[in-house]
T-cell receptor, first 114, second 113 residues
Framework: AQSVSQHNHHVILSEAASLELGCNYS??????LFWYVQYPGQHLQLLLK??????LVKGIKGFEAEFIKSKFSFNLRKPSVQWSDTAEYFC????????????FGKGTRLSVIA | NAGVTQTPKFQVLKTGQSMTLQCAQD?????MYWYRQDPGMGLRLIYY???????DKGEVPNGYNVSRLNKREFSLRLESAAPSQTSVYFC????????????FGPGTRLTVT
């Protein structure tokens, strides 16, 4: 079965530190890739998405992600985190095999401390 | 444009009781989904509906039923609630066959005692 792995369960960073969250998926075919963010007590919101074209995609709030097809990876990055980035981050993949929903990773909790 | 709405926001049930979670979207999306979110487990798909009139099981369908009432509404029913169903439930919708981003509702926090 197709799967999505997020290797970091909980990341703690100081403000202004750089962030990279890993995401790997199991399928070698065509995929659509997403990162969602969930702020405390809120629902999931889309940060960014990749369908095709430039493998470096930019999203909201200064986040970006790079699709590396050879590594089946779609890592999320931000050069300088803020306290307001404290949230849970989910990687999600649409595996092209008919009407299939997104498959989500288990999430990475980011805590940013002053 | 309300997006995806869910009712209720909170619910407490006793073991064995039944209830229906309601979800509606006003974005004219074809596909709708129900997920449950538990600590450390991410989001797990319960059921989905790729289009009006169709429903399919997801990863964790046991103990749940769904109804795609029309294009806008997709309800989730717990016939006999169990403590293992204590969770936060999210409804989502997407524009085309699930291949595009999903938009999420605010969630329902359900506690079964």
């Amino acid at each position: 079965a197709q799967s999505v792995s997020q290797h970091n369960h909980h990341v703690i960073l100081s403000e202004a530190a750089s962030l990279e969250l890993g995401c790997n998926y199991s399928y070698g075919g065509t995929v659509n890739l997403f990162w969602y963010v969930q702020y405390p007590g809120q629902h999931l919101q889309l940060l960014l998405k990749y369908f095709s074209g430039d493998p470096l995609v930019k999203g909201i709030k200064g986040f970006e992600a790079e699709f590396i097809k050879s590594k089946f990876s779609f890592n999320l990055r931000k050069p300088s985190v803020q306290w307001s980035d404290t949230a849970e981050y989910f990687c999600a993949v649409n595996f092209f095999s008919g009407n299939t929903p997104l498959v989500f990773g288990k999430g990475t909790r980011l805590s940013v401390i002053a | 444009n309300a997006g995806v709405t869910q009712t209720p926001k909170f619910q407490v049930l006793k073991t064995g009781q039944s209830m229906t979670l309601q979800c509606a979207q006003d974005m004219n999306h074809n596909s709708m989904y129900w997920y449950r979110q538990d600590p450390g487990m991410g989001l797990r798909l319960i059921y989905y509906s790729a289009s009006e009139g169709t429903t399919d099981k997801g990863e964790v369908p046991n103990g749940y039923n769904v109804s795609r009432l029309n294009k806008r509404e997709f309800s989730l029913r717990l016939e006999s609630a169990a403590p293992s169903q204590t969770s936060v439930y999210f409804c989502a919708s997407s524009g085309r066959d699930g291949a595009y981003e999903q938009y999420f509702g605010p969630g329902t926090r359900l506690t079964v005692t």
